[in-house]
Nanobody, 117 residues
Framework: QMTLVESGGGSVQPGGSLSLNCTAS????????MGWYRQVPGKQRELVAH???????KFGDSVKGRVSISRDNYKRMVSLQMNNLKSEDTAVYYC???????????WGQGTQVTVSS
């Protein structure tokens, strides 16, 4: 079964930038929709960015204009670039893979992003 491993989390000051990567193991990702979600304690997990298998993009309202998402099917990787980070972007960020036609969905373990001065 495919597994997802996130990397690139950490601490950054407000206004800074951070890049997160998600690498898939044991499977190719070319047929999967990939995305990033985030969650803070006590709140529901929310969409950050999503890229379909044919590279259609979708972004959460709170991050539009500040993030970009890309995928490299050869490297089995999906990347999230976040700019002009705000304290409210502090959360655990999760990589997600979906194949709705087969009712498949996978999650990574999550990586912490902290935006603080």
């Amino acid at each position: 079964q495919m597994t997802l491993v996130e990397s690139g989390g950490g601490s950054v000051q407000p206004g800074g930038s951070l890049s997160l990567n998600c690498t898939a193991s044991n499977s190719i990702i070319v047929l999967w929709a990939m995305g990033w979600y985030r969650q803070v304690p006590g709140k529901q997990r929310e969409l950050v960015a999503h890229i379909s298998a044919d590279e259609k993009l979708k972004f959460g309202d709170s991050v539009k204009g500040r993030v970009s998402i890309s995928r490299d099917n050869y490297k089995r990787m999906v990347s999230l670039q976040m700019n002009n980070l705000k304290s409210e972007d502090t959360a655990v960020y999760y990589c997600n893979a979906q194949m709705p036609e087969r009712s498949l969905e996978l999650w990574g373990q999550g990586t912490q992003v902290t935006v603080s001065s």
